[in-house]
């Protein structure tokens, strides 16, 4: 495979035939915010946080989508480009609840000087279920003077992980690892259009009656936090939450032959959630039910809870 010659900010460059706008410019040092990108995924181009712009073209691209050709000139912090990045910010942050981002797409957003209050206080959240019975085409103008936000009750219906879609900027991450880039259950879809626009099941049944599997799966790649394990949420309501505090360590499923590698959370000696890396060859990130949720025989709880921290995550379990 021969390099493709082009310049990124007025430097040339040199980068593999088939290689992405974002990967060339990460190779060159020069890294763009990227929010529904992620490594082991099909680009969806949804956010649009990742825009530069290519000299001779119409608009701003998707970096993270965008195939590097010959003789490409990228901009990638344009007065175009910035302003684009920060009104997505915006828009986005003045709607949804990013409290629980990565730090680093914090810091993308004060490197905008993102204002999300900017478009006026914020409408009230919306009753459980209002937007999930929104029709296509039947949107309603917003209050006046108010932002319209996905403001909704959490969505707790098992005991494995919460739905808190007040925090979803629907970057269609959860519905490709659900689908055809890992889990190929397709349990879960985008319904409805525009701002109305929700993850939702097949005919919108509870989570409970739809395909969904539980792998959690989904719950790996979100990068808002509006998915997560029942127990971080519950550790996080009683104020138990100390990320900082736990430690990380590998280790093989236990479970089948396929070796699978975890991250076990531990946190006061209790395993309080379970990832894979993302780089590895077996799982690219992903698991089963019983590699991410089956960690229970290791410390039963049960009559054993009497620290605060065993009573939230056995309550969890039970609720
Ligand atoms: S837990 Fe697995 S099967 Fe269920 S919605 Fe998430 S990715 Fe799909
Ligand atoms: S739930 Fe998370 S992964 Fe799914 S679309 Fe919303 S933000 Fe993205
Ligand atoms: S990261 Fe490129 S469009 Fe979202």
Not at 53 to 69: D, F, I, M, N
Not at 134 to 157: C, F, M, W, Y
Not at 300 to 312: F, K, S, Y
């Amino acid at each position: 495979m021969s390099d493709v010659q082009l310049t990124i900010d007025g430097a040339a460059a040199s980068v593999p035939e088939g290689a992405t706008i974002l990967e060339a410019c990460r190779a060159e040092g020069r890294d763009q915010p990227t929010l529904c990108y992620l490594e082991t995924l099909t680009p969806v181009n949804t956010c649009r946080v990742c825009v530069v712009q290519v000299a001779g073209s119409r608009t701003l691209v998707p970096s993270c989508s965008r195939v590097v050709e010959e003789g490409m000139e990228i901009s990638t912090d344009s007065p175009a480009v910035r302003q684009t990045r920060k009104m997505v910010f915006e828009f986005l942050a003045s709607s949804v609840d990013m409290s629980l981002v990565e730090d680093q797409t914090q810091q993308w957003m004060d490197h905008y000087e993102v204002d999300p209050t900017r478009f006026g206080p914020a409408a009230p959240d919306s009753p459980a279920g209002a937007r999930d019975a929104r029709h296509a085409g039947h949107h309603a103008p917003p209050l006046a003077g108010l932002t319209e936000t996905v403001a909704q009750p959490v969505k707790i219906d098992n005991e494995l992980y919460v739905r808190d879609y007040a925090k979803c900027i629907l970057c269609y991450k959860c519905v490709e690892a659900c689908g055809p880039d890992a889990q190929n259950t397709f349990a879960i879809q985008v319904a409805g259009r525009g701002f109305d626009a929700r993850i939702s099941t097949e005919f919108d049944v509870a989570l409970t009656d739809s395909a969904c599997v539980y792998c959690g799966n989904c719950i790996g790649v979100c990068p808002t936090g509006a998915l997560m394990f029942r127990s971080e949420y519950e550790l996080r309501a009683a104020e138990l939450w100390r990320e900082d505090e736990q430690s990380v360590t590998r280790t093989v499923c236990s479970f089948c032959g396929v070796g699978c590698n975890l991250e076990l959370h531990v946190q006061d000696n209790r395993i309080v959630k379970v990832t894979s890396p993302i780089d590895h060859s077996v799982t690219s990130g992903h698991l089963c039910i019983k590699g991410r949720f089956g960690y229970e025989y290791v410390q039963e709880l049960g009559d054993l809870a009497t620290t605060p921290i065993d009573i939230v995550l056995a309550a969890a379990r039970t609720s």
